[in-house]
Antibody, heavy 116, light 107 residues
Framework: QEHLQESGPGLVKPSETLSLTCAVS????????WTWIRQPPGRGLEWIGY???????MYNPSLKSRVTISVDTSKNEVSLKLTSVTASDTAMYYC??????????WGRGTLVTVSS | EIVMTQSPATLSVSPGERATLSCRAS??????LAWYQQKPGQAPRLLIF???TRAPGFSPRFSGSGSGTEFTLTISSLQSEDFAVYYC?????????FGQGTRLDIK
């Protein structure tokens, strides 16, 4: 059973770049798709995008111009970069193991606040 | 984009009773639908996939049904640990969308 752990700065200034990492343990990253999902405080879930270990990606069209998801198979890590952040990007960010486009294993999430 | 609409937004049910949660898709998603349970301070947890297949670890009290545009999550004989927020998610194609959630409260 894989274990996912998100990490990164909890505070990012407006207009800067949000960078998060998801460390995968207990299994190989080279098997499934890996997805980032976010949840603003008190609100619902938003799919950000996913990546396969080969590097194939798919992004939410509403975020596509600002998002990059990458994978480092040597470290068993998936990364998320979101540029030009604003207060509306404040959210809990989750990574999730993706099986046929449903998410069967989630990390605990990391809260990112965008504020000066 | 396929829009997922859940109803009601909040459902108040007494322990031991049955809860019925609805999820509607703006266009057909076949049976490409999942349900998640989220408790306060926790990540969502996969509950149902392929519209009706229960994920490991969940009681048979949980059942999913539907196809196309109309889906239902039924929880029979509610237990205290079932009170949470439930989200539906469609995965018909690679553009994934979630419903806004139904909060299941103790009556």
């Amino acid at each position: 059973q894989e274990h996912l752990q998100e990490s990164g700065p909890g505070l990012v200034k407006p207009s800067e770049t949000l960078s998060l990492t998801c460390a995968v343990s207990g299994g190989s990253i080279s098997t499934y798709y890996w997805t980032w999902i976010r949840q603003p405080p008190g609100r619902g879930l938003e799919w950000i995008g996913y990546i396969y270990y080969s590097g194939d990606t798919m992004y939410n069209p509403s975020l596509k111009s600002r998002v990059t998801i990458s994978v480092d198979t040597s470290k068993n890590e998936v990364s998320l970069k979101l540029t030009s952040v604003t207060a509306s990007d404040t959210a809990m960010y989750y990574c999730a193991k993706t099986r046929r486009n449903w998410f069967d294993t989630w990390g605990r999430g990391t809260l990112v606040t965008v504020s000066s | 984009e396929i829009v997922m609409t859940q109803s009601p937004a909040t459902l108040s049910v007494s322990p031991g009773e049955r809860a019925t949660l609805s999820c509607r898709a703006s266009q057909s998603v076949g049976n490409n639908l999942a349900w998640y349970q989220q408790k306060p301070g926790q990540a969502p947890r996969l509950l149902i996939f392929a519209a009706s297949t229960r994920a490991p670890g969940f009681s048979p009290r949980f059942s999913g049904s539907g196809s196309g545009t109309e889906f239902t999550l039924t929880i029979s004989s509610l237990q205290s640990e079932d009170f949470a927020v439930y989200y539906c998610q469609q995965y018909d194609g690679w553009q994934i969308t979630f419903g806004q959630g139904t909060r299941l409260d103790i009556k």
